[in-house]
């Protein structure tokens, strides 16, 4: 889960993840950025996209270090290092998009878990 979780911050940092094609691009930015970036809560038991799917054993610490270091990240980087910046599935958000985004992924599965 938590090396689940740190793809969204993989996304927002690094070039780990490739933008999705122009077409796919457009269906994501139709279709799911809406219910993504809102202010509520994701349901239960929603598809996970394939980028998100960890499909190898990782080492929990080393996992865990990772997740607190991007969110270190984020909060040094503030609203202004998230204004205007690319996201590879839907392009250009806002800070409070990517606010909500990250929030509430994390927040999702840290639920999910009881923390």
Request: net charge positive; glycine share 6%; hydrophobic share 40%.
């Amino acid at each position: 889960m938590l090396a689940h979780c740190c793809v969204a911050y993989e996304m927002a940092f690094t070039n780990t993840h490739p933008k999705a094609n122009p077409v796919m691009r457009f269906l994501l930015k139709t279709f799911v950025k809406a219910g993504v970036v809102n202010e509520v809560p994701y349901k239960r038991n929603l598809p996970t996209a394939p980028a998100f799917r960890i499909k190898s054993e990782k080492n929990f610490a080393k996992e865990k270090a990772r997740l607190i270091s991007f969110v270190e990240q984020t909060l040094a980087a503030g609203k202004s290092g998230f204004e205007g910046k690319e996201s590879p599935s839907f392009g250009s958000m806002t800070a409070k998009e990517w606010n909500n985004l990250l929030y509430k992924h994390l927040d999702h599965h840290l639920t999910q878990f009881g923390v």
